[in-house]
């Protein structure tokens, strides 16, 4: 199985700020890398996919890139409701699993 | 615009089969799409269960294989999970899903339906 890591586990910023969190991957998945946003007591939102593309409908403050095995979502100028936990996931490969979590609090 | 919706018991036994459906409208699951099933648990986090096509063709996590079942029913628009021999580590939200493979990935989610395993 491919195993999913992030980092940080959680992170403190304030409005305005700019936030970069990282995944990578214990092997080769191509671009096939999704990001989602969860917040307490919804369901996960599909942010980005193949690693770079935004899904509809998300702001264009989100942006993701990748390099080999490594994978970051950028979030520029945060809003207030950006502070949720973030997942990647990979859909290369079965199983496609996910990464434990980075949770966004507000400073 | 695609909608996902699970439904089932919120409280299943130990030892006995959980069973979920997921009803869909918006998309037709007799299209090119899969159809997921992943769990959020306090031990392992999000969770991808399996999937399903249009065909009938399913994909299992391994780890859960042997105590799983992903079905359709065409006529209803709907496919459902059936999770055997559960214990308290099934404990958990269950969410459907649509999964585009070879681009959007699990695009569009349902709501989630909490699963508790009890006596």
């Known amino acids: 199985d491919i195993q999913m890591t992030q980092s940080p586990s959680s992170l403190s910023a304030s409005v305005g700020d700019s936030v970069t969190i990282t995944c990578r991957a214990s092997h080769d998945i191509s671009i096939y890398l999704a990001w989602f946003q969860q917040k307490p007591g919804k369901a996960p939102k599909a942010l980005i996919y193949t690693a770079t593309n935004l899904q509809s409908g998300v702001p264009s403050r989100f942006s993701g890139s990748e390099s080999g095995t490594e994978f970051t979502l950028t979030i520029d100028s945060l809003q207030p409701e950006d502070f949720a936990t973030y997942y990647c996931?990979?859909?290369?490969?079965?199983?496609?699993?996910f990464g434990p979590g980075t949770k966004l609090e507000m400073k | 615009q695609v909608q996902l919706q699970e439904s089932g018991p919120g409280l299943v036994k130990p030892s006995e089969t959980l069973s979920l459906t997921c009803a869909v409208s918006g998309d037709s699951i007799s299209g090119g799409n899969w159809w997921s099933w992943v769990r959020q648990t306090p031990d392992k986090g999000l969770e991808w269960i399996g999937e399903i096509n249009r065909s009938g063709t399913t994909n299992y996590n391994e780890s859960l294989k042997s105590r799983v079942t992903i079905s359709l029913d065409k006529s209803n628009n709907q496919f459902s999970l059936k999770f055997s021999s559960v214990t308290a580590a099934d404990t958990g939200v269950y969410y459907c899903?649509?999964?585009?493979?070879?681009?959007?990935?699990?695009?569009?989610w349902g709501l989630g339906t909490l699963v508790t395993v009890s006596s």
């Open positions: 996931q990979q859909y290369n490969n079965y199983p496609y699993n």
């Open positions: 899903a649509r999964m585009r493979p070879t681009g959007p990935g699990l695009d569009s």
